[in-house]
């Protein structure tokens, strides 16, 4: 079992930043892929990136390449997400996730079994 704790959302400006953090606590919480994923309102949950349980691998919907980074530190069982450059369209529920730590798809939330509660955050015009 696998508990996932958000933190770090907000609410910024147009072009500003936030980085969100998910702390893993539970046996062997450094040993899973870990995601990002987002929900805006009236809209259907979404891939946003996901990082291997190494940290070798990363990767990212095509909407955030090059704005948002994912990272890791299995030390600190803590997962993390700097958010650059945030759009209005940004503005969703954050959701953290823990899966298999070998997977094909990381971009599919079928391939997680654990979530966290969420954080929101809100990007202003």
């Known amino acids: 079992q696998v508990q996932l704790v958000e933190s770090g959302g907000g609410l910024v400006q147009a072009g500003g930043s936030l980085r969100l953090s998910c702390a893993a606590s539970?046996?062997?919480?450094?040993?899973?892929?870990m995601g990002w994923f987002r929900q805006a309102p009236g809209k259907e949950r979404e891939f946003v990136a996901a990082?291997?349980?190494?940290?070798?691998?990363?990767y990212y919907a095509d909407s955030i390449k090059g704005r948002f980074t994912i990272s890791r530190d299995n030390a600190k069982n803590t997962v993390y997400l700097q958010m650059n450059s945030l759009k209005p369209e940004d503005t969703a529920v954050y959701y953290c996730?823990?899966?298999?730590?070998?997977?094909?798809?990381?971009?599919?939330?079928?391939?997680?079994?654990?979530w966290g509660q969420g954080t929101q955050v809100t990007v202003s015009s």
């Open positions: 990082i291997s349980w190494g940290g070798s691998s990363t």
């Open positions: 996730a823990a899966g298999a730590p070998y997977s094909d798809s990381p971009q599919f939330s079928y391939e997680y079994a654990y």
């Open positions: 539970g046996r062997t919480a450094g040993n899973y892929l």
